[in-house]
């Protein structure tokens, strides 16, 4: 992978969120600010909202860590397309609550003890929401109805709602959700990041890991990855994973323009659905079939974890190369015996033309199942479609 060639010591722009590449942008600063002010209030609900990939889940991992688990216990949730009683048994396992076997009431029993015990030991309860914007109203709802638990005149629980643009709308318009719009205390929507702060942001992770300048990067690239990308940080991950593979397959030592531009070109013409059927080639005489694709989907299945990835990618390259070696050679040959038979030159230029367009295809075909490896070893989703 590109980051044994360029002497990195783990990859910079995997696409999980991880709070120790936390890059503090304008936004997320607010964001944090606001998230302050909510937990120093101790009771209702926080709202972050903000686009797929802008930071929120990275945001809430990087507060975590400045947690005092002496001071404040954390429930998650990450499934939330839940309806009112599930939402309820969720909650609990939150918390570590034991839930089978249990009804509604007897779970929202086990909830209210929990908490107060929580409480007498000095501890505030903070649930955190992922994904809000797939809750219904009634589990939204049953959300509101635990805020409600109290210990004398002491809120037990406090919820964290993050959620996509579209939840943000809802909480502000659905006439069913006043009650909860009324215990909102601080809510922030994080915005992308400013052309300006993509060069700090892109160098800030490769320092994380290692990067000492190698590969450079000309200042262009920044521009363009911001209009690429619209600042948002998930996406400048997913194009310099591409950008960097390409660096270290070409061997380059600087990152240029032109380079995002390829890796631009290539994604956009990607489709997100499903993989595309390998183009047929009429086979030519002499030369080995296109082998990179069946070999990338007959053995990645059987890859078990990320360090298998390095040798994966060599034994592509090599393959590629060994294979463009090949079809070069054919064409040269063919190229010096073209003279030789003047009265077939017409044939032999349609080959030449043919072989030619092979090596491209190869070169195009090997891209593609790095692309698809990257996508294999960094998504965090189940990996069905790659």
Not at 14 to 32: C, I, V, W
Not at 215 to 238: K, M, S
Request: charged share 25%; with cysteine; net charge negative.
């Amino acid at each position: 992978m590109f980051d044994d060639f360029y002497g990195l010591t783990a990859r910079p722009f995997q696409l999980t969120p991880d709070p120790n590449f936390y890059f503090e942008s304008g936004t997320h600063r607010k964001a944090l600010s606001y998230l302050g002010y909510g937990l120093a209030q101790g009771e209702g609900f926080i709202v972050i909202t903000g686009e797929v990939g802008a930071g929120k889940s990275t945001l809430v991992a990087h507060l975590m860590r400045k947690v005092d688990p002496r001071e404040l216990t954390v429930g998650q949730i990450v499934t939330s397309n839940l309806d009112g009683e599930e939402m309820i048994h969720v909650a609990a396992q939150a918390f570590g609550i034991e839930v089978e076997g249990r009804d509604k009431a007897a779970t929202l029993g086990a909830i209210e003890a929990f908490l107060q015990d929580e409480a007498r030991a000095g501890r505030r309860c903070l649930l955190v929401v992922d994904e809000s914007q797939n809750l219904s109203v009634e589990a939204l709802e049953e959300l509101r109805m635990l805020s409600n638990f109290q210990l004398g005149a002491h809120p037990l629980l406090q919820t964290l709602l993050l959620g996509q643009p579209e939840f943000k709308q809802v909480l502000a318009e659905h006439e069913q959700l006043e009650q909860l719009r009324q215990r909102v205390i601080a809510a922030h929507h994080l915005e992308a990041m400013e052309a300006s702060e993509i060069a700090p942001y892109v160098t800030h992770r490769l320092q994380c890991v290692g990067w000492q300048g190698n590969p450079a990067f000309d200042q262009r690239v920044f521009a363009q990855l911001h209009e690429a990308t619209g600042g948002i940080p998930r996406r400048i991950n997913q194009m310099m994973s591409r950008l960097l593979l390409l660096g270290a397959v070409e061997q380059r030592t600087r990152i240029d323009a032109l380079m995002l531009a390829s890796v631009r070109r290539e994604m956009e013409s990607e489709s997100t659905s499903a993989v595309a059927p390998a183009r047929k080639v009429a086979p030519v005489d002499a030369v080995p079939a296109p082998g990179p694709i069946k070999h990338a989907f007959a053995s990645a299945p059987t890859v078990s974890s990320s360090a298998a990835a390095p040798g994966a990618v060599e034994a592509l390259l090599v393959e590629r190369d060994a294979q463009i070696a090949a079809l070069r050679q054919a064409v040269a040959e063919l190229r010096d015996a073209r003279p030789a038979v003047p009265a077939e030159a017409g044939i032999w230029t349609d080959r030449i033309a043919s072989l030619e367009a092979r090596i491209d295809e190869q070169d195009q075909a090997v891209r593609h199942v790095l692309t698809l490896l990257i996508e294999w070893f960094e998504e965090e989703a189940p990996r069905v479609a790659a």
